[in-house]
């Protein structure tokens, strides 16, 4: 257990990046993992080794040679973190350009008059483009709504909404609003119980750094990552294929390999960083459990991370040090429940009677680093049905600390006896 081992967790804190301070504003608490997690050293000194190489792929001398077994190697690796059975992993430039990319093509090759199928709990990486190619290729969008109290959308939510033409659909994995996560293999499984042949792509964005997943498990055809969100760098996406949606028409160079998805030359540093991120995990799972196989040890990783970060989420909301939780403080209203056990890692909620921008930047001058969600074409799906105007979210991950979630509610109580100072 990660959260009884103080030892580990000093080490687990030194692998990363500023973890306590930024280079910016100086020393802080870092509880704004939702809008990017924290870069592993690693990756850090493997994009700067890449970056300085001149040499490109496919050519004839050592260091091609050595660049192309480094993207073989990673997506070996990413094989293991993931657990396909099959398909392929491809880089992009966003995770959202890779959800577009795939789900455009599933549906301009859909038949004519089929159904996309999606949930209001979407984040518009994919909403945005299932509506938006929906649209273009003449297809009916089919909305299954989330329960607002929850946070979550059901496998029995799709399952009504089902029927044989939907040719098409997308699943949220978390939201990024209130880390609330779904049922990803449930939902696959009430789709194809109605529609076979359904091609499923989910948005594994929010969900990568707070558990392992499994693809063997989902029974899906396209899954997309955004590394900057899983401890790794800006700029480039991952997705994972499956064989019979890459089969599909899709752009490609003419005379090219019929399956290639990459367009243009890739970055080798990347790749890389991905097999710093899958060590990472390895790393962790051999601290955590006795297992000798390197995918046992990144599921260890992924149960021991979920673990500590229920922990965490839990001492935000219930207390923790002797000091009250929110769910004690009479002002604060928690988004998606007090006792969800599909959180991960975030906890939002709202302070009556002073606004979410007013919070997140009281608790920023005191060095603990949160983020306003609004009501805007990010979160509104989420918030308007609420009566929202916006949130703050509270988002953590396993190298946050117990400590750092007291400091945290010690700021929030403080904001919130000032009120009647503030109002005035």
């Not at 219930?318 to 429940?337: F, K, R, Y």
């Not at 959180?343 to 302070?351: I, W």
């Not at 988002?395 to 946050?400: E, G, I, V």
Request: charged share 20%; aromatic share 6%; net charge negative.
């Amino acid at each position: 257990m990660i959260q009884d081992n103080p030892v580990l967790i000093a080490a687990i804190r030194d692998r990363f990046a500023h973890v306590d301070s930024c280079p910016f504003q100086g020393p802080r608490i870092y509880l704004e993992n939702g809008g990017g997690a924290l870069t592993l050293k690693s990756v850090v000194e493997t994009s700067a080794f890449y970056a300085a190489i001149p040499d490109n792929q496919g050519r004839d001398n050592p260091a091609a040679a050595a660049l192309s077994s480094t993207i073989d190697k990673a997506r070996a690796d990413l094989r293991l973190f993931m657990n396909p059975a099959s398909g392929q992993f491809i880089v992009g430039e966003t995770g959202t350009e890779l959800l577009f990319r795939m789900i455009r093509t599933a549906c301009i090759n859909a038949a004519k008059g089929a159904k996309v199928i999606g949930s209001s709990i979407e984040h518009p990486s994919s909403r945005s483009a299932a509506q938006h190619w929906a649209t273009a290729a003449e297809m009916e969008y089919v909305n299954v709504p989330h329960e607002d109290a929850t946070g979550l959308v059901t496998a029995e939510a799709y399952a009504s909404h089902m029927t044989p033409d939907v040719a098409v659909a997308t699943i949220l994995h978390a939201s990024p609003v209130t880390g609330i996560g779904m049922d990803v293999a449930a939902i696959a499984k009430a789709i194809r119980a109605v529609s076979p042949d359904c091609f499923i792509i989910v948005d594994g964005i929010q969900h990568a750094a707070h558990g392992q997943m499994d693809l063997q498990a989902y029974d899906v055809d396209g899954y997309a990552i955004s590394p900057y969100k899983v401890f790794s760098r800006h700029g480039y996406g991952i997705a994972w294929i499956s064989d019979r949606l890459a089969g599909l028409p899709h752009e490609s160079l003419n005379g090219g390999p019929a399956l290639n998805w990459e367009l243009g030359t890739r970055d080798t540093g990347a790749f890389a960083t991905m097999s710093n991120v899958v060590d990472y995990f390895d790393w962790l799972g051999g601290e955590v459990s006795e297992r000798t196989e390197p995918r046992q040890r990144i599921e260890a990783a992924g149960r021991a991370i979920h673990a500590y970060e229920t922990h965490l989420t839990n001492a935000l909301i219930s207390g923790t040090a002797n000091l009250p939780g929110l769910q004690d403080m009479s002002e604060v209203t928690i988004l998606a429940g007090v006792d969800n056990a599909s959180r991960e890692g975030t906890v939002s909620f709202v302070v009556d009677g002073l606004a979410s921008t007013d919070v997140v930047e009281f608790l920023k001058k005191q060095g603990i680093r949160t983020h306003t969600r609004k009501a805007d074409h990010y979160s509104g799906n989420i918030l308007v049905p609420l009566n929202l105007p916006d949130c703050i979210r509270v988002s953590m991950c396993h190298y946050n600390t117990t400590d750092e979630v007291a400091q945290a509610l010690r700021a929030i109580r403080e904001i919130i006896s000032s009120k009647p100072q503030l109002a005035s």
